[in-house]
């Protein structure tokens, strides 16, 4: 029997996480969903300016609330109430390519001296972030019983960049849709609560937004709530989050080929998954986050655009081209923030079972305090 409009299966939860989209899927069936995304993220943006000139225009000092947990909010309320109908679940499962779409844009925003300079720090700080997570995550499923290919989704996808990570290694080491769709399901529960957590604690420990972005795009699984826990701090902080969480989706390719090959010697995976790994280039290659690049190629042009040399100048963006670039990653972010929010289905959650849970939370609890405490260390003595 198909599920009902409103409800979800698991495999359900874990193809629409993993915006994988039915090879049939038309253009014309995108459009719902994607018009559902632009009518949320607007309605996000146009709550917040409209509280923004109620307390101008009565002199009073309102919280300044941000687009991106309007449109969250927005989203979830409806997920978690009418439901999502079918007809709007293929175009709301584009909020991932509108989140690398918006990355690539926001390339425009950085030039290579400013990702150079952040990049050394934020780099021995991602290697830190990555050995410890999945060291600690793997010892954790295993005190809590968990199976190892449950402990390998739930490690990587704590460790590099969430779903995105579980799906990557699903594949490679054989889990089935069940395991995948739990450590999904557990992911983004916890990238929920930090949306609401992580600002909080930005704000009382009075972090730079360089620091708090930094700590975000560290700590925060999901490229999309790295991205909104950032630009609920502040637009700066969105920035360097985004910046942080692209090195480490950066590193995924070789924490997946390093399970593979780890598995592949242990004997655990079948002869064609070995066969895989005859190319080692190949295999990096394939599960390389590509948008990473064209944020990179985006932000060359932005940064030869910005050259006083004006032979190399003429090769970059203009101003006004890097202005229309910014504002178009931010409608592109826009739409992924709803889509957020959309996805999340408080009823799916319920229904994975206790232990998957108790060990991401845990996990994404002692992450989150090490990546602080790492975090705070280097701002004191760098300075962010």
């Known amino acids: 029997m198909p599920p009902i409009a409103g409800s979800t299966s698991t495999e359900t939860l874990a193809a629409t996480a993993a915006s994988r989209l039915d090879p049939r899927t038309t253009l014309l069936d995108l459009v719902p969903g994607v018009l559902l995304l632009a009518a949320v993220g ?14 101008k225009a009565h002199h009073l000092t309102l919280p300044n609330i941000e687009y991106v947990l309007w449109a969250i909010l927005f989203g979830a309320a409806i997920a978690n109430t009418v439901g999502l109908p079918r007809i709007f679940r293929a175009g709301v499962a584009t909020y991932e390519f509108w989140l690398k779409a918006g990355i690539i ?7 290579l001296g400013d990702i150079a300079k952040l990049g050394g720090r934020s780099l021995v700080l991602v290697f830190v972030e990555l050995a410890l997570s999945l060291a600690f995550m793997t010892w954790l499923g295993r005190r809590f019983g968990l199976g ?8 990587v996808g704590s460790s590099v960049c969430g779903v995105s990570a579980i799906i990557a290694i699903q594949g490679t080491i054989e889990a089935d849709e069940r ?6 399901a557990a992911i983004l529960a916890l990238g929920a609560l930090s949306l609401l957590v992580f600002p909080l604690v930005g704000h009382g420990l009075h972090m730079s937004d360089q620091a708090y972005g930094l700590w975000a795009g560290l700590a925060v ?3 999309a709530e790295a991205t909104a826990a950032g630009a609920l701090y502040s637009d700066a902080a969105g920035k360097f989050a985004v910046l942080a969480k692209t090195c480490r989706n950066a590193m995924i390719g070789f924490v997946v080929l390093g399970y593979a090959v780890r598995w592949a010697r242990k004997g655990l995976i079948s002869a064609a998954a070995t066969a895989q790994l005859s190319n080692k280039a190949a295999f990096l290659w394939a599960k390389f986050p590509k948008f990473v690049l064209g944020f990179l190629l985006i932000s060359l042009l932005a940064t030869l655009g910005s050259s006083k040399n004006p032979a190399l100048a003429t090769l970059g963006f203009t101003k006004p081209q890097l202005l229309v670039l910014g504002n178009l990653s931010r409608w592109a972010f826009l739409l992924t923030f709803a889509g957020v929010g959309l996805r999340t289905n408080l009823r799916d959650l319920g229904k994975q079972g206790a232990r998957p849970f108790i060990v991401s939370a845990l996990g994404e609890i002692v992450i989150a305090v090490i990546t602080l405490g790492l975090v705070l260390g280097t701002d004191r003595l760098f300075h962010l």
């Not at 607007?42 to 307390?55: H, S, V």
């Not at 844009?105 to 030039?111: D, E, N, V």
């Not at 395991?179 to 999904?184: F, G, L, R």
């Open 42 to 55: 607007f309605a996000g943006k146009l709550t917040e300016q409209t509280i923004n000139r109620y307390g």
């Open 105 to 111: 844009l926001l390339g425009a925003r950085f030039i």
């Open 148 to 155: 190892e290919k449950l402990t390998t989704l739930l490690a």
């Open 179 to 184: 395991e995948s769709s739990t450590a999904i």
């Open 221 to 223: 699984d999901n490229t």
